[in-house]
C-alpha cells in the first residue's frame, strides 16, 4: 500500500510527504509572502504556532530561512 500524499507531484521529494498539512499550509502563506501575524489570522492559529510551524519547515527541508523555504518547495514543484 502506497501511502505517500496523492496531492504531490511524483518528482516531489520524499520530505514534502513528512510535511503536515498545517506545514503544508503555512508554507504556502509564505510563498504568497504573508506575514506571520497574516498566516496566523488566515489559519486561525495564534503568531507563536505559526513560528513553531515555520522552525519545524525550516529543520525538515534543512534551510534557514522563509526564502529558502520558498524557493526549495518551488524547486520541488510542490506549491499551487
Same mark, same amino acid.
Given at each position: 500500500? %502506497?501511502? &505517500?500524499?496523492?496531492? =504531490?507531484? $511524483?518528482?516531489?521529494?520524499?520530505? &514534502?510527504?513528512?510535511?503536515? $498539512?498545517? $506545514?503544508h ?5 509564505? &510563498? %504568497?509572502?504573508?506575514?506571520?501575524k497574516?498566516? &496566523? ?12 510551524? =515555520?522552525?519545524? =519547515?525550516? $529543520?525538515? =527541508? ?19
Open positions: 500500500m %502506497d501511502h &505517500a500524499c496523492p496531492s =504531490l507531484p $511524483e518528482n516531489t521529494s520524499p520530505m &514534502a510527504s513528512r510535511l503536515t $498539512e498545517r $506545514e499550509q503555512t508554507l504556502q502563506l509564505i &510563498a %504568497d509572502r504573508f506575514s506571520n497574516e498566516s &496566523a489570522r488566515a489559519l486561525g492559529i495564534s503568531a507563536e504556532t505559526v513560528k513553531w510551524h =515555520l522552525k519545524q =519547515l525550516y $529543520e525538515k =527541508l534543512q534551510v534557514n530561512g522563509r526564502m529558502q523555504a520558498v524557493n526549495q518547495a518551488r524547486k520541488w514543484q510542490w506549491l499551487t
